[in-house]
């Protein structure tokens, strides 16, 4: 079992934290992936996991084991990094079995492995070839074989895929999923991307400034953000803030005005909303529509709107300064200064307290 805990774990450079007591549960198979802006401590972490960083404080437990003080060689992790840091002067071959060969693994037992990894990567014809003689996918191919022969527990991905072009990327997206599927191995994922972040995690944690923000599957991270920092950070484009003034609330619904829309009633959602303050609404881009009737009108005007063939990207601001896009999944024309009169589904709406 290669379940992967990490207990109030820590990590200070000095007198620099820049880990501050992290608590993440991976189950084993499962598929996790960090996401959080620059500089919040993914890779730190990663590199923790791995044992190429020293753990400040805290416990680090694989498959029920603390491996704090155990050397990387022997968590039985795999890492694979954002530059693919393979060998010029080897072929592919050598490249894949560079592990086994340090270990002095046989050469019928090496030979196997290889054969094994790139058939699950479907590089067997290139196994003789050089990097030189490969493109940036096949390269970040050979340095996920290079883990696989040494059959991991877990693997470590520190944003494999940022170096390739957009259509690659979704090869190799896919073709991490299925890797992951036939293997049924632990895989914690660092990314900036929020598509491979939503379509390959089981679980997804968000980390700001080295701390947990929130972690869940994606679906309720999406739909059930914990606070301002995740609602904003999940989905693209971002979900749209509004300053709202709270007017009155019953229970679990707040009334609430804007000068660009009719008061309108909002679930709270248990979140500590009081009549007489400021709240902040939060409206995805995609829930924003052109037409129907009902409760949740809000006007705008045109700054620019995108056609990009399958959608519509439409920036609008409204009569209090605050930008707005609203996003069709259709082409439509919005010209320049034009003032359109949206709808949104209340229900759908988010508010959360102004210091949340
Ligand atoms: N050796 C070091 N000494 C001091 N601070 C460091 C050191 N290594 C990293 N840091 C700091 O730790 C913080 C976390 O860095 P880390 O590389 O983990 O961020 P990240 O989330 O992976 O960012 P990115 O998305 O840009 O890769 C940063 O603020 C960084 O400046
Ligand atoms: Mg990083």
């Known amino acids: 079992m290669a379940d992967v805990s990490l207990k109030d774990l820590r990590k200070s450079y000095g007198a620099v934290d820049v880990i501050k007591g992290v608590d993440i549960d991976v189950k084993d198979g499962e598929f996790c992936v960090f996401v959080g802006p620059s500089g919040c401590g993914k890779s730190t972490l990663l590199r923790m996991i791995a044992g190429l960083e020293d753990i400040t404080d805290g416990t680090l437990s694989i498959g029920g084991r603390v491996v704090n003080d155990?050397?990387?060689?022997?968590?039985?992790?795999?890492?694979?990094?954002?530059?693919?840091?393979?060998?010029?002067?080897?072929?592919?071959?050598?490249?894949?079995?560079?592990?086994?060969?340090?270990?002095?693994?046989?050469?019928?037992?090496?030979?196997?492995?290889?054969?094994?990894?790139?058939?699950?990567?479907?590089?067997?014809?290139?196994?003789?070839?050089?990097?030189?003689?490969?493109?940036?996918?096949?390269?970040?191919?050979?340095?996920?074989?290079?883990?696989?022969?040494?059959?991991?527990?877990?693997?470590?991905?520190?944003?494999?895929?940022?170096?390739?072009?957009?259509?690659?990327?979704?090869?190799?997206?896919?073709?991490?999923?299925?890797?992951?599927?036939?293997?049924?191995?632990?895989?914690?994922?660092?990314?900036?991307?929020?598509?491979?972040?939503?379509?390959?995690?089981?679980?997804?944690?968000?980390?700001?400034?080295?701390?947990?923000?929130?972690?869940?599957?994606?679906?309720?991270?999406y739909h059930n953000p914990a606070n301002l920092f995740v609602a904003g950070f999940l989905g693209a484009p971002s979900m749209n803030f509004l300053t709202v003034d709270v007017l009155d609330v019953q229970g679990d619904q707040a009334r609430v005005a804007h000068p660009a829309l009719e008061p309108v009633v909002l679930h709270t959602k248990g979140r500590a909303i009081t009549a007489g303050t400021k709240a902040v609404m939060g409206l995805r881009p995609q829930y924003l529509t052109a037409t129907g009737t009902g409760d949740g009108l809000i006007e705008g005007k045109v700054v620019v709107a995108e056609r990009l063939g399958s959608e519509t990207v439409a920036d609008l601001v409204l009569r209090d300064g605050t930008n707005l896009i609203a996003t069709f999944s259709e082409d439509r024309v919005f010209p320049p200064d034009q003032v359109v009169t949206l709808r949104f589904d209340p229900a759908q709406a988010h508010l959360f307290p102004h210091d949340a």
């Open 70 to 221: 155990v050397t990387p060689k022997d968590r039985g992790v795999g890492m694979v990094f954002q530059s693919y840091a393979i060998f010029p002067h080897m072929t592919v071959r050598e490249n894949i079995a560079f592990g086994l060969t340090i270990a002095r693994t046989s050469k019928a037992e090496k030979d196997a492995k290889v054969q094994d990894a790139a058939r699950i990567l479907q590089m067997e014809h290139l196994l003789d070839r050089r990097p030189s003689q490969l493109s940036g996918g096949q390269r970040q191919r050979v340095a996920i074989g290079r883990a696989i022969v040494r059959q991991p527990n877990v693997f470590l991905f520190d944003e494999p895929l940022s170096n390739l072009d957009a259509a690659l990327r979704m090869d190799m997206r896919m073709e991490i999923g299925k890797l992951h599927r036939q293997l049924g191995a632990t895989m914690i994922y660092v990314t900036h991307d929020q598509v491979e972040a939503m379509t390959l995690a089981d679980k997804i944690v968000v980390l700001k400034d080295g701390v947990v923000m929130q972690m869940g599957a994606p679906m309720d991270l």
